[in-house]
Every structure is written in structure tokens, then in C-alpha cells.
């Protein structure tokens, strides 16, 4: 399902790119090696770094924990008050940072590229500044040699090197210290996109640390956070579920936003559409305890407007696997009626499903 840019299509598409360096990361060392200047030797190269900048306008949404003690904040205001004077030495400022918040040489030898950049606000340019880290991605250089009619090639292997290719930008962010967007931060990882953007999981806790930011509460992050602990609390949960699995009460929770899109959910609403038994006093027990873990979670007593769109098809799919290689699946909250499963006094379970058509292939 698609999601929404945090930066508008205009300002993606019309990003320019006012200031750019890079500084060279080698996870051995304590210092990185700093470059005075970047020159792009042509303009594919110029689209390449503009094209993956830009993308990070749909990177999660996060707001600086204290923006007067952050280091990321304060070299961010130097950088846009003179950037002629001082985005250089900010870069490299940040490059060492970055390089400090990952110990035990947990990170890959690349670079780590600052950029100053303006996207359209007010029909005006409005300046951002934005940062990725690349990872080099070995090579092989061919040399032809010739020799009368025989010619051969020698391959030459070559590790630091910086491929144009999506897939070597490891981490990426665009930080705003004005008052344009409701975020000060916009932030993107290797292999957390998907279902993990918009939730704790989208990025690293060093990457945070050395952002200084905490997510940002947005009505997408509410709705991928009540559906994962919603399924969490169903998980931990030792009472009893009135015969309902982990799984159906995620599920409860999805139709559940699915239901109020558009409109605004409130705790109460939740809490008794997910703490239902047949025993009034079982539900009760589920309720003080539904209470507890959310409050735990910062979750109780909120009120959003749900965005289905942002919950990921996975979690809209529920799955028995029985015996004999059966798998039944089905997608959105299950209908009794139409498919139940019956625990029989021996322990096994007989299961039913109600067809209106059966296509035998």
C-alpha cells in the first residue's frame, strides 16, 4: 500500500543541491580521513546522489530529544548560517560523530557524505541538510592486454569503491531546524524500509543516538504501534483468551482501524473491542491487564486517526499450519462462520470451512 512522502511530490521532484562532501569512514580507525572537496564527474553522478537525497523525503519522522544539547543540531545551525564559512568544517564534524557512535568496529568502510540542499517552500528555496552514509562495494577492473593475435585480460580487484547503486547506501537523513515541517528529522536505513518504517524498528539505536532524536508520534506510527502490541500483549497475556489466538486479536486490531479510517479512535474504543470474553469476568482481568502493558508502552489513553494503508499485508493474513503439508490462510479477520477450528476431547482439532465455491486444480 503506498505511503504518504513526508516531503511533498513537488519538493522531492525540485531538490537541489547546494553544498556536497564526503569524508572516508574506515572502521579500524578512531578519526575519519577528511577530504577538503568532492568534484562529481558528471551529471549521471550528480542524479545519482540528488535521486537517493530525495528519497529520504519518505523516511520515518523523528524530533530532536534536546535540541539545544545536540551536536547534530548545533553544527546543523552553523551550517546554515554560513555555509561558505563553516559546511565544511560541520562535515567533517559529523563524520566523526557518526564515526564515534559505532564501537567494536560495527560499521562497514565507506563514506560519509553531508550535503547542504533546498527543496520549493513558500515560493521560496527552503534549506535542508542531509547526510548519507555509503558502503564501498568491491569491484572488478578489467586491463586488456594485447600481444600480435593473442589478447588477454587481466582482472584487478577493487575494494574502495563507491557503486551507483541503491543498494550501497547504508544509512540516510534530512535534518530541518526551522518551523516549515512538523518533524526535525527524516531518517532511512538498509534493509528496515516497509513494514518497519514509521515504528521503533526503522532505524538503528546508535543511528539515533547519533541523530539525538526519538520518533515522532504521527497517526501512522499509532496504528503500526497498537496492531504490533496489541499482538504482543495477546502473546505475553497468561490468562485466558477465550479460545483466541495472538494472531486473531492482531487481526481484531487491524479490522479495527480498517474500520475508523477517516474518523478518530480512542483507547476505550480499543481496549473493548480487544478485551472481550464470554466470562464478564475474564474480560475484566484481560482489561487491568491490557491497561497495564499499554501504559508501559506510552499507548494508554491515546486517540488517533487511523491509517490502515500504513499496516503491511503481512499483518493482515492469519495461518494454521496442520498436519500433512495443509496450510489454511486467510486475509482480515477471521469469520467464524465460515472457517473454525473445534479442540476435541483427544486433543486433536477439527477444523471447518464453509465454501460457496471450490475450484479443484
Same mark, same amino acid.
Given at each position: #500500500? *503506498? ?14 543541491? +547546494? ?26 553522478? +550528480? ?7 530525495? &528519497? ?9 530529544? $534536546? ?23 560541520? @562535515? ?37 541538510? %542531509? #547526510? ?7 569491484? #572488478? ?29 547504508? *544509512? ?31 532505524? @538503528? ?11 515522532? +508520534?504521527?497517526? @501512522? ?25 495472538? @494472531?486473531?486479536?492482531?487481526? &481484531? ?14 483507547? %476505550?474504543?480499543? &481496549? ?13 482481568? #484481560? ?8 501504559? %508501559? ?17 503481512? $499483518? ?6 496442520? $498436519? ?29 470451512? *464453509?465454501?460457496?465455491?471450490?475450484? +479443484?486444480?
Amino acid at each position: #500500500m *503506498k505511503r504518504v512522502s513526508a516531503l511533498s511530490q513537488e519538493q522531492v521532484s525540485d531538490l537541489e543541491v +547546494e553544498n556536497f562532501v564526503y569524508h572516508i569512514i574506515k572502521s579500524a580507525e578512531k578519526k575519519p580521513i577528511y577530504l577538503t572537496e568532492v568534484r562529481l564527474a558528471n551529471s549521471r553522478q +550528480e542524479d545519482f546522489f540528488k535521486r537517493i537525497i530525495s &528519497k529520504t523525503g519518505f523516511g520515518t519522522q523523528y524530533s530532536f530529544v $534536546d535540541t539545544e544539547r545536540s551536536v547534530l543540531a548545533t553544527e546543523t545551525k552553523r551550517a546554515f548560517s554560513n555555509p561558505q564559512k563553516d559546511f565544511l568544517s560541520v @562535515s567533517k564534524n559529523l563524520a566523526l560523530s557518526f564515526l564515534s557512535h559505532h564501537t567494536g568496529g560495527n560499521t562497514s568502510d565507506g563514506v560519509f557524505i553531508v550535503s547542504l540542499v533546498t527543496v520549493p517552500v513558500d515560493g521560496g528555496r527552503y534549506p535542508l541538510l %542531509a #547526510m548519507l552514509k555509503l558502503d564501498y562495494s568491491p569491484v #572488478m577492473r578489467q586491463k586488456l592486454l594485447r600481444g600480435g593475435d593473442v589478447a588477454r585480460v587481466e582482472l584487478e580487484e577493487v575494494l574502495e569503491a563507491l557503486s551507483e547503486q541503491e543498494s550501497s547506501v547504508q *544509512k540516510k537523513a534530512i535534518i530541518d531546524l526551522g518551523e516549515k515541517f512538523d518533524w526535525d528529522a527524516l531518517a532511512v536505513e538498509r534493509h528496515k524500509t516497509g513494514q518497519k518504517l514509521d515504528s521503533e524498528d526503522a532505524t @538503528s539505536e546508535y543511528f539515533r543516538r547519533f541523530l539525538g532524536v526519538a520518533l515522532k +508520534e504521527t497517526n @501512522s506510527t499509532y496504528s503500526k504501534q497498537i496492531v504490533k502490541h496489541c499482538h504482543r500483549w495477546a502473546k505475553q497475556y497468561e490468562g485466558d483468551l477465550d479460545d483466541v489466538t495472538p @494472531s486473531e486479536v492482531r487481526h &481484531k486490531a487491524v479490522s479495527l482501524l480498517d474500520a475508523y479510517e477517516g474518523s478518530t479512535l480512542n483507547y %476505550a474504543e480499543i &481496549k473493548s473491542r480487544i478485551c472481550t470474553h464470554s466470562d464478564p469476568a475474564q474480560a475484566r482481568i #484481560m482489561g487491568d491487564s491490557f491497561d497495564v502493558y499499554m501504559n %508501559a508502552e506510552s499507548l494508554q489513553g491515546i486517540s488517533f486517526s487511523p491509517k490502515p494503508r500504513s499496516i503491511d499485508t503481512t $499483518d493482515r493474513k492469519g495461518e494454521w499450519q496442520l $498436519d500433512g503439508g495443509i496450510t489454511v490462510t486467510w486475509t482480515g479477520e477471521r469469520n467464524p462462520n465460515v472457517l473454525k477450528k473445534e479442540k476435541q476431547p483427544d486433543g486433536s482439532y477439527l477444523v471447518t470451512i *464453509k465454501a460457496v465455491n471450490l475450484l +479443484e486444480t
